[in-house]
């Protein structure tokens, strides 16, 4: 019984940021594509920039979300959108303004020993998104 009931408190507790993208439906993750595609619009991202936080999202698919045609979203892409959907949260929780958020994520940072964030970011990996998710969220 004791076992049952840790199992379920630590399922409850322990979601990591990757672990979102397990528990986001079909219909969730068009949603969160479109979101993508709004987010990169005011994040001024280059499509290069927004392929590679994508997970080197080929350039003709996401010239294709950008045109509102999304396809199947695999797990991965998942994970990476909830990521990025968990540091704008973030950065719009800890700036008064919006514009402030937008501009942080460009801006060298001191704890990232003076690069910014989007360059962090860009490195490809997924874990660099949920270490700068991790990281914003503490902040709060």
């Not at 990169?40 to 280059?46: E, G, N, R």
């Not at 990521?83 to 402030?100: A, N, V």
Request: glycine share 8%.
């Amino acid at each position: 019984m004791c076992d049952q009931r840790q199992k379920g408190f630590i399922g409850l507790v322990s979601l990591s940021a990757n672990e979102d993208s397990l528990l986001i439906t079909d219909d969730e993750a068009l949603a969160l594509a479109r979101a993508t595609v709004n987010l990169a619009k005011v994040w001024q991202l280059t499509d290069f920039e927004a392929c590679a936080l994508l997970g080197g999202m080929p350039p003709h698919t996401w010239a294709r979300w950008k045109n509102g045609s999304h396809g199947r979203v695999h797990r991965d892409l998942r994970a990476r959108m909830a990521d990025l959907m968990g540091i704008h949260g973030s950065l719009r929780y800890l700036f008064k303004t919006p514009s402030q958020g937008y501009k942080w994520i460009r801006k060298p940072n001191a704890a990232f020993n003076g690069i910014s964030a989007l360059q962090i970011m860009l490195r490809g990996e997924i874990s660099d998104l949920a270490m700068i998710r991790k990281w914003l969220e503490a902040q709060g």
